[in-house]
């Protein structure tokens, strides 16, 4: 079946500092690809996706490439802020064997971003 | 405004009860989902709808149930035969056919059994 698996957290960063948290994939076919946010006490926000290989998602800052090679989906962002400190979801959506997608996602477990002045 | 909404916030239950979670949504959208969210396992699916009058088991149904008797309502019933029930309880939509794969999420309702 499908899994995602997140890297470990929780990550603290300061201020203005790079953020990687690193996202891989186990699927078949050619599943789009998510990164979701959470902020305390609150439902999840699409930051952003990818739909095939290659493809470069980007929102707010934040980036992350669809590598079909690594099967990988990192997300990146050059300077955070404290108000990036949330929780931030990697996640896949099925697909079937036409390549249509039932719309059900696999989510990785999650990694709590902290960021300090 | 459209949108999803879940009601309510915060819900507290007695062991052996039922509870019924509200969701609702006005963004004309075919498809619904329920998730648990527990802490440090990411979301897990609950329940899916992909169109009125129909609905599929997720991952983790036992001890739930649907319905979808309307486009824009969704309505998750906790029972007494869920074991675990205390969680975050996420509902979701999104358009149906095509490449429109993205879901939209209400704000949650955190049921405790007291």
């Known amino acids: 079946g499908n899994s995602v698996t997140q890297m470990e957290g929780p990550v603290t960063l300061s201020e203005e500092a790079f953020l990687t948290i690193n996202c891989t994939y186990t699927?078949?076919?050619?599943?789009?690809l998510f990164w979701y946010v959470q902020y305390p006490g609150e439902g999840l926000q699409l930051l952003l996706k990818a739909t095939k290989a290659d493809d470069k998602g980007s929102n707010k800052g934040f980036e992350a490439t669809y590598r079909k090679e690594t099967t990988s989906f990192h997300l990146e962002k050059g300077s955070v802020q404290v108000s990036d400190s949330a929780v931030y979801f990697c996640?896949?959506?099925?697909?079937?064997?036409?390549?249509?997608?039932?719309?059900?996602?696999?989510f990785g477990q999650g990694t709590i971003l902290t960021v300090h002045p | 405004d459209g949108g999803i909404t879940q009601s309510p916030k915060y819900l507290f239950r007695k062991e052996g009860q039922n509870v019924t979670l509200s969701c609702e949504q006005n963004l004309n959208h075919d498809a619904m989902y329920w998730y648990r969210q527990d802490p440090g396992q990411g979301l897990r699916l609950i329940y899916y709808s992909q169109i009125v009058n129909d609905f599929q088991k997720g991952d983790i149904a036992e001890g739930y149930s649907v319905s979808r008797e309307k486009k824009e309502s969704f309505p998750l019933t906790v029972t007494s035969a869920q074991k675990n029930p205390t969680a975050f309880y996420l509902c979701a939509s999104k358009r149906s056919g095509g490449n429109t794969d993205t879901q939209y999420f209400g704000p949650g309702t955190r049921l405790t059994v007291l």
């Open positions: 699927a078949t076919g050619y599943p789009s």
């Open positions: 996640a896949l959506s099925d697909l079937n064997a036409g390549g249509t997608s039932y719309g059900k996602l696999t």
